[in-house]
Antibody, heavy 123, light 111 residues
């Protein structure tokens, strides 16, 4: 079964850090670009970051650039998001999503999604 | 990079057709054929319904179709069914520093 399972979310104080993980199974992980997409409570979707199949190309939303770092370990079929200097506006459900292509800007089509991990930034 | 503009809500009766618009600029929707559409039911993850403007992934009903004209993309749902009631989001590749942008979202109500 094709599956993405996120973990690592939780309650964190403003200014602190958190690392999200996404475990992939059921497909050839290193054939595809991967992304993080977030959704604040009651709000719409926001693309956060994407990484190509070989980590050679990476992109970030302006809202997280310089604070978040995306990475992947193809040997472990895993995607990560290191989030530093967290702000209240980073509070959201964070989804891991598989791209239909290998490059980070190839298709913009995310055909597999996890169920998300909730990040709450509050003092 | 601003979100793509979608109507907040669209409604229709069972069996009818509805169309959701997604308006961007020449730097995103108008400049590339990388427009996708997602369906999201409450409490669920988004589901890809259309990619590359008009292509349907395997398993998606042919009642869903996509098109584009200039800077505006559209999703049409024909033969509206109760199960189509959900939020719908468009997305597009963008040449700005933010590589991907989503639409503001549209709530579809089946009357």
């Amino acid at each position: 079964e094709v599956q993405l399972v996120e973990s690592g979310g939780g309650l964190v104080q403003p200014g602190r850090s958190l690392r999200l993980s996404c475990a992939a199974s059921g497909f050839t992980f290193d054939d595809y670009a991967m992304h993080w997409v977030r959704q604040a409570p009651g709000k719409g979707l926001e693309w956060v970051s994407g990484i190509s199949w070989n980590s050679g190309s990476i992109g970030y939303a302006d809202s997280v650039k310089g604070r978040f770092t995306i990475s992947r370990d193809n040997a472990k079929n895993s995607l990560y998001l290191q989030m530093n200097s967290l702000r209240a506006e980073d509070t959201a459900l964070y989804y891991c999503a598989k791209d239909m292509g290998a490059a980070v800007a190839a298709t913009g089509a995310f055909d597999i999604w996890g169920q998300g991990t909730m990040v709450t930034v509050s003092s | 990079q601003s979100a793509l503009t979608q109507p907040a809500s669209v409604s229709g009766s069972p069996g009818q057709s509805i169309t959701i618009s997604c308006t961007g600029t020449s730097s995103d929707v108008g400049g590339y054929n990388y427009v996708s559409w997602y369906q999201q039911h409450p409490g669920k993850a988004p589901k890809l319904m259309i990619y590359d403007v008009s292509n349907r992934p395997s398993g998606v009903s042919n009642r869903f179709s996509g098109s584009k004209s200039g800077n505006t993309a559209s999703l049409t749902i024909s033969g509206l069914q109760a199960e189509d009631e959900a939020d719908y989001y468009c997305s597009s590749y963008t040449s700005s520093s933010t590589l991907e942008v989503f639409g503001t979202g549209t709530k579809v109500t089946v009357l």
